[in-house]
């Protein structure tokens, strides 16, 4: 599967964006998804993650209540609703897809990454 992100951008602290990720391929319900962020010098960290048929979700204790991963089969695409934002969010956001298994916060899991997408969050 190939997977290309999308929506980052520039953004005042308290306010909201949305990142999308759209799988190409076949079998895109047979994936757990994932999003992963990642600053300079320092290791990708998870983010949140949606099982196969989406409705199991996990996140990352520092974004919960404020972010919601969402997917839509129909069209082969995973969301990443981000409010609230904050400068600490600024990181280049990567999608994963996972083949069978389950939802899982180790990136080392995830068979499949998209190119990334910078998100800035200015205070």
């Known amino acids: 599967v190939q997977l290309q992100a999308s929506g980052g951008g520039l953004v005042q602290a308290g306010g909201s964006l949305r990142l999308s990720c759209a799988a190409s391929?076949?079998?895109?319900?047979?994936?757990?998804m994932g999003w992963f962020r990642q600053t300079p010098g320092k290791e990708r960290e998870f983010v949140a993650a949606?099982?196969?048929?989406?409705?199991?979700?996990l996140y990352a204790d520092s974004v919960k209540g404020r972010f919601t991963i969402s997917r839509d089969s129909a069209r082969n695409t995973v969301y990443l609703q981000m409010n609230s934002l904050k400068p600490d969010d600024t990181a280049v956001y990567y999608c994963?897809?996972?083949?069978?298994?389950?939802?899982?916060?180790?990136?080392?899991?995830?068979?499949?990454w998209g190119q990334g997408t910078l998100v800035t969050v200015s205070s």
């Open positions: 994963a897809a996972r083949q069978l298994g389950y939802v899982s916060r180790r990136s080392s899991v995830y068979n499949y």
């Open positions: 391929g076949r079998a895109f319900s047979s994936y757990c």
């Open positions: 949606i099982s196969r048929n989406g409705d199991g979700t």
